[in-house]
């Protein structure tokens, strides 16, 4: 199967997303399965309809604050999560749910949810920040080392893009997890490094500035509690995201794929596939 089977198409251009170019770094067999034969998951984690139903909750939260309405009530919030979560839930009806310690059931990942986005309402704090948006798409075209550009765009969803007390902009990743964020793991995070691309290329930095990077983590604990780790992405670390991305692109026009054992098999969706490979 050639790459633009494999890859989204728009008019006349492929796109490619961070979550496609995450999948194949981690596991280009995952990637082929998912992305080229576009089979039907054997399981789902709880973690992805939660964090996407975290994320409903959160947005609701920063629009209001971006359209200058009051902060939208704490039990809007929750009512936005736990419908969010069902729907996420009915959309997988009928294909097992993998569940965690801290999200034993539908009852306790709701339970949780919603402990999470209270500590989230009581501790967000945006003074000396505006909201200049929330949800942003963008897109930018991928070029190649030499400066010419390739048939692809890059597109990505901006969580919240602020601006500081210094005009500058301010790029933040909402996160849910168990296990705090190591400093390493913020500066080394590639998904940031293309959000810091697609702001870069849409003008929102100037083209050799740093960007501003922030990821907001929501721990999931019995006293949850909301932890900001800062970090940034030079004009460099762009340029090497883009050579990246260009080798998977290459990876997947070549028709490479093969499993990599790696601590995200026990949520695999198709670990079953991978057995039999």
Not at 72 to 95: I, N, S, V
Not at 132 to 160: K, M
Not at 264 to 277: E, I, P, R, T
Request: proline residues 5%; positive net charge; hydrophobic residues 40%.
């Amino acid at each position: 199967m050639s790459r633009s089977q494999a890859l989204t198409r728009f008019s006349q251009d492929l796109y490619v997303s961070h979550n496609q170019i995450f999948t194949y770094l981690n596991c280009s067999l995952k990637y082929k399965i998912h992305y080229v034969e576009k089979r039907k998951p054997e399981r789902i984690s709880i973690t992805l309809p939660f964090g996407k139903a975290m994320h409903a909750a959160e947005e609701l939260f920063y629009r209001s604050m971006k359209n200058g309405r009051n902060k939208e009530p704490l039990q809007a919030l929750l009512e936005k999560f736990e419908d969010a979560l069902c729907k996420g839930l009915e959309k997988f009806h009928g294909t097992p749910i993998v569940w965690k310690k801290t999200t034993p059931d539908k009852a306790g990942a709701i339970a949780m949810g919603k402990s999470m986005l209270t500590a989230f309402y009581e501790s967000v704090d945006l003074s000396g920040y505006a909201v200049v948006d929330v949800e942003l798409p963008l897109t930018a075209r991928l070029y190649t080392d030499d400066g010419l550009p390739t048939e692809f765009l890059l597109v990505g969803i901006i969580d919240l893009l602020l601006m500081d007390q210094h005009d500058e902009a301010v790029v933040v990743d909402n996160k849910t997890a168990a296990q705090p964020m190591a400093q390493k793991t913020a500066d080394n995070d590639n998904q940031m490094t293309s959000y810091a691309y697609l702001l870069a290329a849409n003008k929102y930095v100037f083209p050799t500035s740093p960007v501003k990077c922030r990821f907001d983590v929501l721990r999931k604990l019995k006293s949850p509690k909301l932890e900001i780790v800062h970090t940034a992405r030079t004009a460099q670390d762009r340029k090497r995201f883009a050579r990246i991305a260009n080798a998977v692109l290459a990876g997947i026009d070549a028709g490479i794929y093969m499993p990599q054992p790696n601590w995200m098999c026990s949520d695999c969706s198709y670990s079953d596939a991978c057995k039999v490979w």
